[in-house]
């Protein structure tokens, strides 16, 4: 059998290249669609904790906002009592473009959840959770 780590990258890999392909039919670029997704669940944000969940560099962060910015999808805002920060929030066309991104979220999901029963997936989700915990607990390299 595979390594965990090759076995990780390569289903994320495969399923991240479906998605991204299939948020590209709604107008959206690589990067766009994992920010869509923290806004909608989380609300007006930073940008540096939207970095952070995301596990994108700020510098990127800020360069996909700018294109986000442009097409209609978010807005920057400061405010009152905090210059050095932006605020980010999704405009009226940036949740609807969320909201159908969710359904791609969804397909995509079960497609690669097909084979497995209600109770595996659950399971394998919660091994997920275990592992990320654990490699988030490790000091940097």
Known sequence: MESLHYLL???????????????AG???TPGQP?????????????????????????????????????????????????????FVSLTPEGEAAARKLMQVFADAEQEAAADLSAEELASFKEMLNRICSAIQKLPEP
């Open 34 to 86: 994992k920010i869509l997704d923290y806004l909608l669940r989380y609300g007006e944000s930073d940008q540096k904790t939207i970095a952070s969940y995301c596990e994108i560099e700020q510098a990127t962060v800020g360069s996909i906002l700018l294109r986000m910015e442009k097409a209609g999808l978010i807005a920057r805002r400061r405010r009152e009592g905090n210059r050095r920060s932006l």
């Open 26 to 28: 709604l107008g959206l």
């Open 9 to 23: 990258m390569k289903t994320h890999t495969v399923l991240q290249r479906r998605i991204v392909s299939r948020a």
